[in-house]
């Protein structure tokens, strides 16, 4: 039995551009592994605490002040970085939905990410090394060369670096540009484009999820 991790990162419920590709990615890779257990982590609804980062690593460096409500607090950060830890380290692959927020990535995705790279064997080893992970990304203006925001984009690269060069990961990505046309009555000129850009993303996001679907059966097989 194959397990699928999927992160979200919008803020958004309804009308997430980045969820719904995620959407047509797991079913795809459901299709594929319907009894396949799909754990998911919602980062934009139930967003890790801020200070978790920084008192995992203050406790891994021996920073603490050294009282009773400083340990219990390390000892809940811990806690919690572990069970981040364990969820990446047990799924046969990860489904990662992030929006390009304010031209970066999500402040909860950060503390996601954050949080998985105190795992020190996590980082530049084998313990992830080409783990599939897909991207499901959506951007709200238009960032592909060419464009006047060309080089805007501080997300997709970022991502790229850390869960590629850095976990040693297998990306494939999905993405959507100009999704906010829309409901931006200055890029209405942009709507049939954005529409465009939004069904060719989500036929890509199915094609990734029933490739690495079908990767994981013959590695089972």
């Known amino acids: 039995?194959?397990?699928?991790?999927?992160?979200?990162?919008?803020?958004?419920?309804?009308?997430?551009?980045?969820?719904?590709?995620?959407?047509?990615?797991?079913?795809?890779?459901?299709?594929?592994?319907?009894?396949?257990?799909?754990?998911?982590?919602?980062?934009?609804?139930?967003?890790?605490?801020?200070?978790?980062?920084?008192?995992?690593?203050?406790?891994?460096?021996?920073?603490?002040?050294?009282?009773?409500?400083?340990?219990?607090?390390?000892?809940e950060a811990l806690a919690l970085a572990e069970e981040v830890s364990n969820e990446i380290r047990s799924a046969d692959a990860v489904l990662l939905a992030v929006p390009l927020y304010n031209y970066g990535i999500s402040q909860h995705a950060k503390t996601w990410i954050d949080l998985v790279m105190t795992d020190q064997e996590l980082r530049g080893g084998e313990v992830l090394r080409d783990k599939?992970?897909?991207l499901t990304l959506a951007r709200g203006g238009g960032y592909s060369p060419g464009t006047p925001k060309e080089g805007w984009d501080y997300a997709t690269g970022y991502l790229e670096r850390i869960f590629g060069e850095v976990f040693n990961m297998s990306i494939r990505k999905a993405v959507a540009e100009l999704t906010l046309a829309p409901v931006t009555p200055a890029m209405a000129e942009l709507i049939d484009a954005s529409k465009v850009s939004e069904q060719e993303a989500h036929v890509t996001a199915q094609e990734h999820g029933l490739t690495v679907a079908k990767e994981l059966t013959d590695a089972a097989a």
């Open 132 to 134: 599939p992970v897909i």
């Open 1 to 75: 039995m194959t397990t699928l991790l999927r992160v979200d990162a919008s803020i958004r419920v309804e009308g997430s551009v980045s969820r719904a590709l995620a959407d047509s990615a797991e079913a795809a890779w459901k299709a594929e592994h319907p009894d396949g257990i799909v754990v998911r982590r919602d980062l934009g609804r139930h967003p890790l605490p801020g200070s978790v980062w920084p008192t995992v690593i203050s406790a891994k460096m021996g920073w603490s002040a050294g009282d009773d409500a400083t340990r219990l607090d390390q000892a």
